[in-house]
C-alpha cells in the first residue's frame, strides 16, 4: 500500500472536513473534529491531522490558529476524489525521473478515474 493513500479513519476525517468547510465557510475546530467522529482526544484529531498534512491532502493556515484546516485537493466538490490530487503529483515526479513507462500508466488510471467522477 502506498504510503500517501490515507487510512479510512483519515478519509473518514476528510470527508468531515470538506462538508463542514462547505456548510460554514471556515474550517472546523479540532474540538468539533473529535467530537463529530467520536475520538476520545484531542490529540487523536492532531495525529490524523498531521499525517494528512505530510501526506499532502491538508493544509493548516496559521499554526497556532484555531480553524486553519484547509482541504489540499484539486476537486473539493466531490470527497471522493479525495487523493486524486496526489495521483497526479506522482505521475509529475514519475515523468521528472524519466520513468515514462510507470508515468503513463498512471496516466491512463488517472482518465478512468476522471471519467468515473463525470
Known amino acids: 500500500m502506498d504510503k500517501k493513500l490515507p487510512s479510512k479513519k483519515q478519509q473518514e476525517l476528510l470527508r468531515f472536513v470538506d462538508g463542514f468547510i462547505k456548510g460554514n465557510g ?59 490530487g496526489w495521483l497526479k503529483q506522482k505521475e509529475k515526479k514519475l515523468r521528472a525521473a524519466q520513468k515514462v513507462g510507470e508515468a503513463d500508466c498512471l496516466a491512463k488510471a488517472i482518465t478512468i478515474l476522471d471519467q468515473k467522477s463525470s
Open 26 to 84: 471556515y474550517g472546523p475546530s479540532y474540538r468539533e473534529i473529535q467530537k463529530a467522529l467520536g475520538y476520545k482526544s484531542v490529540s487523536t484529531v492532531a495525529v490524523h491531522i498531521d499525517g494528512l498534512v505530510t501526506k499532502g491532502l491538508l493544509a493548516k493556515t496559521g499554526e497556532y490558529r484555531a480553524r486553519s484546516v484547509e482541504l489540499v485537493v484539486e476537486n473539493k466538490t466531490n470527497p471522493d476524489l479525495i487523493g486524486l
